[in-house]
Every structure is written in structure tokens, then in C-alpha cells.
Nanobody, 121 residues
Framework: VQLQASGGGLVQAGDSLRLSCAASGRTFGTRIMGWFRQAPGKEREFVAAVRFGDNTYYADSVKGRFTISRDGGKNAVYLQMNSLKPEDTAVYYC????????????????WGQGTLVTVSS
């Protein structure tokens, strides 16, 4: 599975962005798709995930502001980010795993290249 993330950019606090992740290779209909982020000097952290069947999971820091969705027909997953804050600034990565806990980074075997989101105050 190859993942290609896009949609990052420079925005102001309160703005919105939509990240996209296109998957190619094997179909991912039974996979868990997630978004993680890594800010400078910090560890990579869970942001959101969607499982087959469309159950979704979010980090507390983004609940109510971010929405993850997937389009199985297009082999894509999206992250709609609203009410962005400067602390959301990070490189955002999409990832895929076969099973297990959606919020745990362990087991995510496939990663996109990352897309930078910068939120100015």
C-alpha cells in the first residue's frame, strides 16, 4: 500500500484546511486509516482514525474541530480541520494498519510522506 498525503499549508488561527490521503496498491477496505502529526521537537501523536464500518476516533485535543472520513470507492481518507489553532502546527501523516487499536501508533505499517500544516496566530 502506498499513501500520498496532500492539502497542508499556511493558515491563520480560526481557519480551516482539508487534508487528503490517497491510497494505491492493495485496496484498504478492511484497514484502519489514521492521521498522526508531529510538531518540531515532539513525538508523533495520534489525531484521528476511521475503521472499516466508519467508526471514528479522535484525540481529545481535536474533538469537535476535526472530522475524519473515508471514501472506499476512491481509496481515500480525509481530515477536515476547522477552527485551527497555532498548536495544531505540525507535519501531518496518514497511515494504515490491518487491525488493533486505532489510536495506538504501533501496528501502523504504511505511512504517507507527510504534509505540513502551519497555523499562525
Amino acid at each position: 500500500v502506498q499513501l500520498q498525503a496532500s492539502g497542508g499549508g499556511l493558515v491563520q488561527a480560526g481557519d480551516s484546511l482539508r487534508l487528503s490521503c490517497a491510497a494505491s496498491g492493495r485496496t484498504f477496505g478492511t484497514r484502519i486509516m489514521g492521521w498522526f502529526r508531529q510538531a518540531p521537537g515532539k513525538e508523533r501523536e495520534f489525531v484521528a482514525a476511521v475503521r472499516f464500518g466508519d467508526n471514528t476516533y479522535y484525540a481529545d485535543s481535536v474533538k469537535g474541530r476535526f472530522t475524519i472520513s473515508r471514501d472506499g470507492g476512491k481509496n481515500a481518507v480525509y481530515l477536515q480541520m476547522n477552527s485551527l489553532k497555532p498548536e495544531d502546527t505540525a507535519v501531518y501523516y496518514c497511515a494504515a494498519k490491518d487491525g488493533g487499536s486505532s489510536q495506538v501508533i504501533t501496528g501502523y505499517n504504511y505511512w504517507g510522506q507527510g504534509t505540513l500544516v502551519t497555523v499562525s496566530s
